[in-house]
């Protein structure tokens, strides 16, 4: 069994590689001929369908009563995407970001942080302290909305470049057909390398917590770093950081939201220290605005999210709790 679900995390990556390959392609030929930014498309498009498996995992993990899993899912997904994913990708390629992002997009991503902790662990509305109830899944799925409202308000751009319209299209059909090949290929990648993942690691006593903080959401976060790393390849930054920060968004008002809408949610203090994590780490990615070189993540800022996320997990294994 140990030798076929190798075997099966291998398929899972060459899933994975396609389905980004296919998204990105459909995804920016879909901006261009709407003449919609690419950032637009990879906040609600790219980001959407790369959270899919995150939203079905903690759904599961939430109806099936494992509040660990969905939980550490979230949160590890989140600082896989900001810390290891986006630090990855700068390394590769510096990021430009655009100002927008700097000022609504980013904030927002913090925001939603700050928001969880608080509904998390002070009980305003319902006295059930440490508990995520459904009235915070209400309140967390109109921020939601609230954030949907902000994208497709500012979503028309005007200053596409004319190098990136000059490319040839493919027809609507064939872009939205890549789009579905590419969420399909994604999902389907994501969850044969979790379920194999998940499987070596119980044969190894893994404990639950680690294995939702780690394994199930580096599994769930594939997609986003095969898509990132995909569109900054293809020159399309936009779509990259888009991703990242929607995919971050969607994360907690969506996918947390709808999840203890389904079934109220126990929370440990311990979660905490990963909602630090990633507010530190959504404060250095805005700090990195202004440093070096204005409204870009150079390469050292990357390698130093890179470095940061190896570090928090080789504490959280120590930990072991």
């Known amino acids: 069994m140990l030798i076929l679900n190798i075997f099966l995390i291998i398929l899972g990556m060459a899933l994975l590689v396609k389905g980004g390959d296919f998204l990105v392609d459909g995804a920016s030929n879909l901006a261009r001929r709407f003449n919609v930014s690419e950032l637009a498309i990879g906040l609600t498009i790219v980001a959407f369908g790369t959270s899919a498996p995150e939203l079905v995992v903690s759904l599961s993990a939430a109806i099936g009563s494992h509040p660990e899993i969905a939980l550490g899912n979230v949160f590890g997904s989140n600082n896989i995407n900001l810390m290891l994913i986006l630090g990855i990708t700068a390394v590769i390629t510096p990021l430009a970001v655009q100002k927008n992002t700097i000022r609504y997009e980013i904030p927002f991503s913090l925001l939603a942080a700050i928001i969880l902790f608080v509904l998390a662990n002070f009980a305003f509305l319902t006295g059930e302290k440490n508990i995520i109830s459904r009235i915070d899944g209400v309140i967390l799925l109109l921020f939601f909305a609230l954030f949907v409202f902000y994208v497709f308000k500012s979503m028309r751009n005007t200053e596409i470049s004319a190098e990136k319209t000059s490319v040839k299209l493919f027809s609507l059909g064939k872009s939205i ?8 290929s994604l999902i389907l990648g994501g969850r044969v390398v979790v379920n194999s993942a998940v499987y070596i690691a119980q044969a190894l006593n893994i404990s639950e917590k680690i294995i939702g903080l780690t394994i199930v959401a580096v599994g769930t ?23 990242i920060i929607g995919s971050n968004i969607f994360n907690i008002f969506l996918i947390l939201g709808a999840s203890s809408l389904v079934r109220p949610m126990e929370y440990s203090p311990v979660f905490n220290r990963d909602i630090y994590v990633l507010i530190a780490g959504t404060l250095f990615l805005l700090l990195s605005m202004f440093t070096g070189k204005k409204n870009r993540l150079d390469r050292w800022q990357g390698a130093a999210l890179a470095l940061a996320y190896v570090g928090y997990v080789a504490f959280m294994i120590v930990k072991n709790d």
């Open 177 to 184: 057909l890549f789009i579905v090949l590419g969420f399909i």
């Open 221 to 243: 976060s594939l997609p986003e770093l095969v898509t990132s790393i995909t569109a900054v390849i293809k020159k399309s930054e936009d779509i990259a950081i888009g991703n």
